[in-house]
């Protein structure tokens, strides 16, 4: 069957999932584990998306992404509500099922892993603001170095019920508790949503991000290209939170994937924004270039834009609240998950966490507790 992989006639971004790339993920769900339910108004909202995105002018974008603990504890609320509601719809299969290699072969190892994530992560979003209705609501990202400052991340306030859920075991609190992955997604035996933070891996410092933001150019972004100075140092994260999280395959299971990636997506972007440069110029070119990432490779399955016009392409992008770095006191930090140490915004621990010497109270979070601090070297509730 012969397929057409350039635009469509009409022009502009069409499809989220075009025949080719229905076509490819119904043939492998399908001979793997039966026909997937996809109701044609699921398949109408994924056509949709694109070409919103096409049209949209960024002073019409509704919401922002901010980092997930600065939103209001309203925003966050309401954010997390459609992340649950989207992570239990009939569409959530087919969005996890996109990222796999089969589906979208130009995702990673290569010069096509940003402008392909940046455009999944749009897709997702809007998926998400359709699911709840509310177009006020965007992803929210994840700062990683935020955690990384910690002597053990793992321990950091994000891994709450308030944000994430639990670092370890079975993921049975927070927006995604009790959530079941695609059948051939198990990690120890189970199809359940699991992590086993810091066990492989750690987090990425201010000193990596600043690597990334400060790439003299796009080819230093994303060489070696079988795995590039982004997307390894993407990678560990996704190997600190363990379970699914360090499958490709698996990995959009995991709500903190979606936090991951929308900060890639930010770092991208600043570094793009500091050196002022037409980033529609700069895809790599040449023989070296990995199969399915050439500039004129077509970005699977979202098939009206190649990879080179991927990476510079902006309409319906929603924009980015920059993190807050610097801070001349905890409320700089803009949440009561998070507080100023030593002149960094850094994480709040969680309760039962170890809190180090010379902490203030303000390094303890604990939900709903109205005196949060050291107790026997420890964060906990005082009454």
Same mark, same amino acid.
């Given at each position: 069957?012969?397929?057409?992989?350039?635009?469509?006639?009409?022009?502009?971004?069409?499809?989220?999932?075009?025949?080719?790339?229905? +076509?490819?993920?119904?043939?492998?769900?399908?001979? $793997?584990?039966?026909? *997937? %339910?996809?109701?044609?108004?699921?398949?109408?909202?994924?056509? +949709?998306?694109?070409?919103?995105?096409?049209?949209? $002018?960024?002073?019409? *974008? %509704?919401?922002?992404?901010?980092?997930c603990r600065t939103l209001s504890d309203d925003s966050r609320r309401r954010t997390f509500a459609c992340y649950k509601k989207m992570a239990s719809g009939s569409r959530m299969a087919a969005i996890e099922a996109m990222h796999r290699s089969i589906v979208a072969p130009n995702a990673h190892f290569g010069p096509c892993f940003v402008p392909w994530h940046r455009l999944y992560m749009a897709v997702v979003e809007e998926l998400m603001r359709s699911e709840c209705n509310d177009r006020n609501v965007s992803l929210c990202y994840w700062d990683v170095t935020l955690d990384s400052q910690l002597p053990n991340p793992c321990e950091s306030a994000l891994f709450t019920d308030t944000f994430y859920g639990n670092d370890n075991g079975p993921v049975i609190t927070g927006p995604y508790a009790n959530k079941k992955c695609l059948p051939d997604c198990l990690v120890d035996g189970s199809q359940a949503l699991l992590r086993q933070c810091g066990g492989m891996a750690a987090l990425s410092t201010r000193n990596d991000i600043l690597q990334l933001i400060n790439a003299p150019n796009y080819t230093a972004l994303v060489s070696p290209y079988d795995m590039s100075l982004i997307e390894s140092i993407h990678g560990e994260n996704h190997m600190f939170v363990g379970g699914q999280m360090q499958l490709i395959t698996c990995s959009p299971c995991d709500i903190m994937f979606f936090g991951l990636h929308s900060y890639i997506g930010l770092v991208a972007n600043m570094n793009f924004q500091r050196r002022g440069t037409d980033v529609n110029q700069e895809y790599p070119q040449g023989l070296d270039i990995p199969p399915f990432h050439q500039g004129f490779d077509r970005m699977l399955p979202f098939t009206s834009l190649s990879c080179a016009e991927g990476l510079g392409f902006r309409p319906g992008y929603t924009p980015y609240v920059p993190p807050v770095v610097t801070c001349d006191g905890h409320d700089a930090c803009g949440s009561k998950a998070l507080w100023c140490n030593g002149g960094r915004c850094i994480a709040c621990v969680r309760g039962g966490a170890r809190m180090m010497t010379g902490w203030p109270d303000r390094a303890c979070f604990i939900e709903n507790c109205g005196n949060p601090g050291t107790i026997n070297g420890v964060c906990g509730c005082r009454a």
């Open positions: 069957m012969a397929v057409c992989l350039g635009p469509r006639a009409s022009g502009g971004l069409l499809s989220a999932l075009d025949e080719l790339g229905k +076509a490819m993920f119904d043939n492998w769900y399908d001979k $793997k584990y039966g026909k *997937i %339910e996809v109701e044609k108004e699921d398949r109408d909202v994924l056509d +949709a998306i694109l070409q919103r995105m096409a049209t949209v $002018k960024l002073d019409d *974008i %509704e919401g922002t992404r901010q980092e």
